[in-house]
């Protein structure tokens, strides 16, 4: 079973940055993964995916501020964040497919069937 383990959240200042990684077992054949949020009473949403290691979307509201990276040496997905605003405050999960799908098929409606446990991003103004 694939596991996905996120870390790097934290409180930061308006302005401030992140890095969230996302550590994910070898066994792993997904070539579509990314970064979703989910923030009080609020709907989850996508953030950033990638396929086959290359950026396939971002939120545009995270655009030019997040970018998402694979390193495949370390089996880890990175979210590097950047100028967080308050707004960017919520609990963030990163996600995967179960296995191979084509590129058409990882966007945000893309039913991901693997998702870490979460990890807290605040940000404060």
């Known amino acids: 079973q694939v596991q996905l383990v996120e870390s790097g959240g934290g409180s930061v200042q308006d302005g401030g940055s992140l890095r969230l990684s996302c550590a994910y077992s070898?066994?792993?054949?997904?070539?579509?993964m990314g970064w979703f949020r989910q923030a009080p009473g609020k709907k989850r949403e996508a953030v950033a995916l990638t396929y086959g290691g290359t950026p396939a979307y971002y939120r545009e509201s995270v655009r030019d501020r997040f970018t998402i990276s694979l390193d495949y040496a370390k089996n880890t997905l990175f979210l590097q964040m950047q100028t967080l605003k308050p707004e960017d405050t919520a609990m963030y999960y990163c996600?995967?497919?179960?296995?191979?799908?084509?590129?058409?098929?990882?966007?945000?409606?893309?039913?991901?069937?693997?998702w870490g446990q979460g990890t807290q991003v605040t940000v404060s103004s």
């Open positions: 070898q066994s792993s054949n997904a070539n579509c």
């Open positions: 996600a995967a497919t179960t296995g191979w799908v084509s590129s058409n098929r990882c966007s945000p409606t893309t039913v991901f069937g693997i």
